[in-house]
């Protein structure tokens, strides 16, 4: 197989370091304005997406300090859910299947899908438990490539945090 952005050998559709480059592309992308003085907390309860999400926050704002929580916070400006686009899709379908609308979060991982989530933290040797699969998001991705951020559109235009 060969990577879909530079053409080189790759076992997935992209290469490792085009992989690492575009999910750190939409990671710096879905930052939050952020000054010197900005009180900046990062939500890690130890999943993949936790850990990859303090990885990125760390390595992307460098203007100021970043602290890390299991839980949310108060006397924080910003607050960084590791909310990924699967997420957000899921959101949507819980809340028009269910009624259930889930709090609009801010996030670095809104444009990145677990999968990519998970191919960076093994390129990264961040450690991560085993993948669950077989969620309904990601078997609606593998039949329709595309429909997890299509779905993650509506579901910022309807539960909030569009950009
Ligand atoms: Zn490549």
Same mark, same amino acid.
């Given at each position: 197989?060969?990577?879909? #952005?530079? $053409? ?11 992989? /690492?480059?575009? /999910? ?8 939050? =304005? ?6 900046? !907390?990062? &939500?890690?309860? $130890? ?15 460098? &203007? ?5 929580? #299991?839980?949310? =916070? ?5 607050? !960084? ?9 899921? *959101?949507?379908?819980?809340?028009? !299947? ?12 809104? +444009?990145?899908?677990? =999968? ?7 390129? =990264?040797?961040?450690?991560? *438990?085993?993948?669950?699969? $077989? +969620? ?5 991705? +593998?039949?329709? #490539? $595309? ?17």
């Amino acid at each position: 197989m060969e990577c879909a #952005k530079c $053409g080189k050998p790759a076992a997935d559709e992209q290469c490792g370091s085009c992989l /690492v480059k575009s /999910v750190e592309k939409k990671a710096r992308k879905a930052l939050p =304005k952020i000054t010197g003085n900005s009180r900046i !907390l990062v &939500i890690n309860d $130890g999943s993949c997406e936790g850990k990859v999400s303090e990885y990125l926050a760390r390595k992307l704002i460098t &203007i100021t300090e970043v602290s890390c929580s #299991k839980l949310p =916070k108060e006397g924080y400006d910003v607050v !960084l859910h590791a909310h990924t686009a699967d997420k957000k899709a899921s *959101d949507l379908l819980e809340f028009m !299947l269910e009624s259930r609308k889930t709090e609009p979060a801010q996030s670095l991982l809104g +444009q990145l899908l677990r =999968k990519e989530i998970a191919a960076y933290a093994k390129i =990264k040797n961040i450690a991560c *438990d085993a993948e669950k699969s $077989g +969620q309904m998001v990601e078997k609606l991705e +593998q039949r329709s #490539k $595309g429909s997890t951020h299509a779905l993650a559109r509506v579901s910022e235009e309807i539960l909030g945090l569009g950009r």
